[in-house]
Structure formats: structure tokens, C-alpha cells
């Protein structure tokens, strides 16, 4: 196959979540456990990093990754879903595999698919640890798709797991609760395996304090060692000052990264390298390293999509939030900053909970509707209906394209522009 057919089988013949929903989503470890046998176990073969969490992962997983490259360690990194090019999902210190390694890997194990029938996630996963093991990463860092305990990356035994926070998102698989959501993330929790916890929350804490004991697994909290303050940003970097036990740490630190929230995931980063530099797996990471380690993080790494300017005047900032708890904060940094007008281009997945998200959108904005180009997208008009009732408003458009040209031509220079509600509305402008 051509690599076109190739990826034309794998989201055309296989359920793919992120374009169908919830037909595609297995709550079972059965197929990929099979897919990881045929290819010999390679999950076993590489060291690795576990990464579950509503918010922050991909953020978490790059600056990670950042981190471990400055020690010359070769790292693997799977994150999902993609923005524009499959290959994102599979990385290797920021360089994609090959589109030749794809199709080999579909092309030799045709069969074995047809057999287990898997769905589009249990391939790129078994894909991602074949690729990891034959190219002897030092360590990979592993993201769940979704949820943790039944998520087909949890057939990894890794050196450390990390849970960056919880809120409400896919709650028609994970549980309608904060403390059931927060239930299937902590399966990643293994025996005697330590694990970070980005945020501390009331209802959500004792569930992950309870899972790690039964397991006898170490477990701390990043934010009761770590604090990290915004000094200020330029075009291209953010400065923190880094405390740890509230004594300085690391001062004026250079991220290329932007927006405030990123504060908390590097509080669990922090902690991360701190639990990761007493496994003693590795030569510990130390300053030195660590200031010089997120200063060219897009280029290591190919981190996209968070917060990311496409344009200075008009400003235009796209952002791939998608969830309660990420819109509140990403949508809060929208006040921070200096404009004339707002105005927001707004798609989303038609199983959102538009009741939860659509009130922490501002009413004084003028809004652009409209469906992101899967079959999942919300119709732009249907969007705009239910926005009315929220105060929010503006007309609706056939694709994305169209609304960012419609907004360029009513923006002053002066203005924002914003971008978001999904990857997938993201996915189309970058």
C-alpha cells in the first residue's frame, strides 16, 4: 500500500474514535494484550513514563520529554489524538517515524487486524511500541487516550505514573463523578510503581491515596513541593521563577511556551523529575540542564497546538482546550490580554456537554459557528441555537476556514481572534 491507502485503512476501515465516537472506544485490554503478543511484547523492551489526566498530559509529556532529551537520552513520546499529520502521535526526541515505518507496520501485520479486529487507537498504540522498541529508546513517554484503567497504553509496567488533575470530559465512559472519573485514572497506579499527582482536589485526593496504597506505591503531590510563579513573556518564552518547599529553586526560567495555565503543569513536571532523579534509572537531571532544557521546546519536542499564535496584528491565538476544565483556564487568559474586540471561531464534538462549556464563554465577543471537517463535528447552526441561549452571538459558517476568513475581515488590527472548543477546530488552521 502507498502510505495514502495506508492511512486511508486505518481511519476508514478501523473505529476511530475521534471520528465516530463512542462505537470506537473498548473498554477492554483483551485486543491490544493479543496485538502486543504477535509483535513479541515490545511494551516490554523500553523503559517508560505513564501519563493519565483530563488536563495538561500533552503539555506534561513534551516539557517531559524536553527534559529527559537534555540528558542525551533518546525518548520516545506517544500522545494522541493528532492535529494534522498522523505521525504527530509517534515521536522520537520530536522527529516523526517515517511514513515508510507506518506502512511497513501495516502492510506486515495486515492479517493479524483482521483477525483481532482492532479498533484505529489499540493499532497506533501497538504501532507506537513496536517502533520504540526496534529503535532502543532510553525511555518512552506514554499518554492514555482515555481514562486510564481500561486505556490501551496500560499494558506498560512503567518506572514512574503521573496524573495531572481531573474534571468532567467523556463522562459516558468514565463515570459521572469527579471520584468516578478520577477511579479510572488511578488504574494506572501499579504495584510498588511511584506516582505524581499534579493537583490536589477535595473530592478526587482520597481516591488516589487509597489505589496507591493498595498498591504500595509511593505517591506525592506536586503543588506540596512545588510552586511556580509567571514573571513575565516576550513573543516566544514565558519566565517562572520555580519554588521548591517555598525556597527559590530556579529563577527566571525560559519556556517557550505561552499562557499562564502552564504554571501548573510544570509544578507536576517539577515533581515528576524530582521522583524521576530517585529511581536512579538514569543520571539525575540538575539545573543546569533543567534552564537551558524548555528554551527551544517546539523544535525538540514538535509540541503544538496549546495556546500557539498564528498572527500578531490581528492576534490571533488558537488553542486545542476542549473540557470544562481546560476552557475555564485558557478561556481566563483571554482576559489578561489587550485588545478592542473579541472575536471567537467555535467548534465542537457533538457529544460536548454544551451546558458545561458554554457559559464560561464571554458574551461580549462576537462569535463565528461553526463544524470541525469529522464526522463527530457538531452542526455550525445547531451550535449557534443552543449558544443563543447562553448570550453568546454571531452568525455560522460551513467550515472552519470560513469563519477565520470571516472573522480576519471584520477584525482591526487592534482586535483578538480566538480559536477553539476542539482539536479538530484547531486541527484546521494550524
Known amino acids: ?58 503539555s506534561t509529556a513534551h516539557l517531559l520529554s524536553a527534559a529527559l532529551q537534555n540528558l542525551g537520552l533518546k525518548v ?3 500522545t494522541s489524538p493528532h492535529y ?5 502521535r509517534i515521536k522520537i526526541n520530536g522527529t516523526y517515524i517515517s511514513r515508510k515505518k507506518v506502512i511497513d507496520f501495516v502492510d506486515k501485520n495486515k492479517s493479524s487486524f483482521d483477525e483481532i479486529k482492532p479498533s484505529f487507537f489499540e493499532i497506533t498504540v501497538a504501532m507506537a511500541f513496536d517502533f520504540f522498541a526496534k529503535e532502543k529508546v532510553d525511555i518512552a513517554i506514554v499518554e492514555t487516550g482515555l481514562g486510564g484503567r481500561l486505556d490501551s497504553t496500560n499494558i506498560i509496567t512503567p518506572l514512574m505514573s503521573i496524573i495531572t488533575n481531573i474534571s468532567y470530559d467523556h463522562q459516558q465512559f468514565l463515570g459521572d463523578t469527579l471520584k468516578e472519573i478520577a477511579g479510572e485514572k488511578a488504574g494506572i497506579i501499579k504495584a510498588s510503581i511511584p506516582v505524581v499527582i499534579g493537583e490536589r482536589q477535595a473530592e478526587t485526593d482520597h481516591v488516589f491515596i487509597q489505589k496507591a496504597k493498595a498498591e504500595n506505591a509511593s505517591i ?4 506540596d513541593h512545588f510552586r511556580v510563579q509567571k514573571i513575565k513573556s516576550s513573543n516566544s518564552q514565558t519566565y517562572f521563577d520555580i519554588y521548591y518547599q517555598n525556597q527559590p529553586y530556579l529563577t527566571n526560567l525560559g519556556v517557550q511556551l505561552k499562557g499562564s495555565f502552564q504554571q501548573k503543569n510544570l ?14 534509572e538514569f543520571d539525575a537531571l540538575r ?26 496584528k490581528p492576534l490571533i491565538i488558537a488553542d486545542s482546550a476542549h473540557n470544562e476544565g481546560g476552557l475555564k483556564v485558557v478561556l481566563q ?16 464534538v457533538n457529544d460536548k456537554d454544551l451546558a458545561k462549556i458554554l457559559p464560561l464563554f464571554p458574551e461580549n465577543a462576537a462569535y463565528y459557528f461553526a463544524k470541525a471537517d469529522i464526522p463527530r463535528g457538531l452542526n455550525a447552526k445547531k451550535l449557534q441555537t443552543t ?21 480576519k475581515r471584520n477584525a482591526s488590527s487592534e482586535d483578538l481572534i480566538f480559536i477553539g472548543g476542539s482539536i479538530f477546530t484547531v486541527a484546521e488552521v494550524l
Request: proline share 1%.
Open 220 to 223: 506525592s503531590f506536586a503543588e
Open 76 to 78: 520516545g513520546l506517544y
Open 1 to 58: 500500500m502507498t502510505y495514502k491507502e495506508t492511512l486511508d485503512y486505518l481511519y476508514h476501515q478501523l473505529p476511530m474514535y475521534q471520528r465516530v465516537g463512542k462505537q470506537a472506544f473498548k473498554k477492554d485490554l483483551t485486543n491490544i494484550r493479543l496485538l502486543c503478543k504477535h509483535l513479541e511484547n515490545p511494551q516490554n523492551k523500553f523503559r517508560s513514563i505513564h501519563i493519565a489526566g483530563t488536563n495538561g498530559k500533552g
Open 84 to 88: 494534522k499529520d498522523f505521525r504527530e
Open 333 to 348: 487568559e483571554l482576559t489578561d490580554l489587550r485588545y478592542q474586540n473579541l472575536h471567537i471561531i467555535l467548534g465542537v
Open 287 to 312: 539545573k543546569a540542564q533543567l534552564y537551558s532544557a524548555f528554551l527551544d521546546l517546539k523544535n525538540k519536542t514538535a509540541y503544538q497546538g496549546r495556546w500557539q499564535v498564528l498572527q500578531d
Open 267 to 280: 509544578q507536576t513536571v517539577f515533581e515528576s523529575i524530582r521522583v524521576f532523579n530517585q529511581l536512579n
Open 387 to 407: 449558544a443563543k441561549k447562553f448570550n453568546l452571538k454571531g452568525s455560522s459558517y460551513i467550515s472552519i476556514k470560513n469563519a477565520l476568513k470571516a472573522a
